[in-house]
C-alpha cells in the first residue's frame, strides 16, 4: 500500500464490482459471527481454560470478541466504509486500506489459540495444558512479532516510507515460517501426547496453512504489487480470490479445528459428567472398603 496508489485511488471510483464483494464480505462474515458466537460460548463455558472465576458474562464476552469474531467486525466494518460512498476521499482510502491489512492479525493469532487449545483438549479449567512450559511460551510469544510486523508495513506504506514496509514484511515472513515449522512438528510428535481430539485439530490447522499463505502473499502484493492489487478499486479477482475466499476457508478450518479440540456434543459432555461421577464414586467408597479391610 504504497502512497502512490493511495493518492491514485483517492481519485478514482470504487468499481461496481469491489462494492459487491463488499457486500459478500458483510454477508459472510456476519453470518460467520452470528454463528460462532453461540459456539465459541459453549466451548467457553464447557471447557473453561482461563484463570478468572468462570460466569456466562465472561462467557459471552470472550466469544463476542473472539479472534474470528474480531475479524468479522473488521470485514464488516471496512465493507460498510466502501458502501457508503462510491468517491472516497484520501483519509477514508487509507482507514479502509488498513483495516484489510490489519484483519491479517486475528487470523495468525487464532492459529495460536486454537493450537494452546489441542493442548487443553478435553481438560476442564486452568493449567492443565499437556504442553511443555517452552512449546507454550513459543505459541504465546509469535504473536508480539506478528503485530509489530503488520504495523510497520501498514505505517511503511502510509508514509512511504519502504524501509518500515520491507522490515515488517521481512519479520512477518519470518513468523509464518516458524509457525508452520511448529505447528508440522507439533502434528508429527503430538500423536503420544495429546489426545486424540487434540491431535486431530492440529492437522486440521496444518490444512489452513496453505490457503493463510496465500492470503499473507495478497498482503505482500497490497504493499509491493501492482495497483490492480489495490483493495478499493484493483482487480475484483484477485480480492475475492486471494483476500477473501482465503479468510473464508482459513476461518472455517480453524472454527473446526477448535471444534474438534473442544468437542461440545451432548454425548461427549455426558461421558465426561459420568466419568466424573464414576471417579467421584470410586473416592467415596474407597475409604469405607479400607476400613472394611
Known amino acids: 500500500m504504497s502512497a502512490s496508489i493511495i493518492s491514485r485511488a483517492a481519485d478514482a471510483l470504487i468499481s461496481p464490482g469491489r462494492r459487491d464483494i463488499a457486500i459478500a464480505e458483510i454477508v459472510l462474515f456476519s453470518i460467520i459471527h452470528v454463528t460462532q458466537i453461540p459456539l465459541r460460548y459453549m466451548q467457553e463455558w464447557r ?116 524501509t518500515l514496509g520491507k522490515v515488517g514484511s521481512a519479520i512477518l515472513i519470518v513468523i509464518f515460517v516458524f509457525v508452520c515449522g511448529l505447528v508440522v512438528w507439533l502434528a508429527v510428535n503430538s500423536r503420544s501426547t495429546l489426545p486424540v481430539e487434540g491431535h486431530h485439530g492440529i492437522l486440521i490447522v496444518l490444512l489452513a496453512l496453505p490457503f493463510l499463505l496465500i492470503r499473507i502473499v495478497y498482503f505482500l502484493l497490497l504493499e509491493y504489487g501492482s495497483p490492480k492489487f489495490n483493495p478499493a478499486t484493483g482487480s475484483v479477482s484477485a480480492l475475492a480470490g486471494m483476500g477473501l475466499l482465503m479468510e473464508i476457508f482459513v476461518v472455517t478450518l480453524l472454527l473446526t479445528a477448535r471444534a474438534v479440540a473442544m468437542p461440545i456434543c451432548l454425548g461427549h459432555t455426558k461421558q465426561h459428567m459420568e466419568s466424573d461421577d464414576e471417579d467421584q464414586a470410586v473416592n467415596t467408597e474407597t475409604p469405607y472398603n479400607q476400613s472394611l479391610a
Not at 484463570?51 to 467486525?73: E, H, T
Not at 466504509?81 to 462510491?86: A, G, P
Not at 479502509?96 to 490489519?102: D, F, G, K, P, Y
Not at 493450537?115 to 513459543?138: I, N
Request: with cysteine; charged share 15%; proline share 6%.
Open 47 to 162: 471447557y473453561w481454560h482461563h484463570d478468572k472465576r468462570q460466569s456466562p458474562g465472561r462467557c459471552y464476552f470472550y466469544s463476542w470478541w473472539s479472534m474470528v469474531g474480531l475479524l468479522a467486525q473488521i470485514r464488516i466494518a471496512s465493507s460498510a466504509m466502501i458502501l457508503s460512498t462510491s468517491h472516497p476521499n484520501k483519509s477514508m482510502f487509507i482507514a479502509e486500506s488498513a483495516l484489510q491489512n490489519v484483519g491479517l492479525s486475528p487470523l495468525l493469532f487464532e492459529v495460536s489459540l486454537v493450537l494452546l487449545a489441542c493442548g487443553q483438549s478435553g481438560e476442564f479449567g486452568p493449567g492443565k495444558s499437556k504442553y511443555s512450559k517452552p512449546l507454550r511460551f513459543a505459541l504465546h510469544g509469535f504473536r508480539f512479532p506478528i503485530v509489530i510486523a503488520i504495523v510497520l508495513a501498514i505505517v511503511g506504506g502510509i508514509i512511504d516510507n519502504p
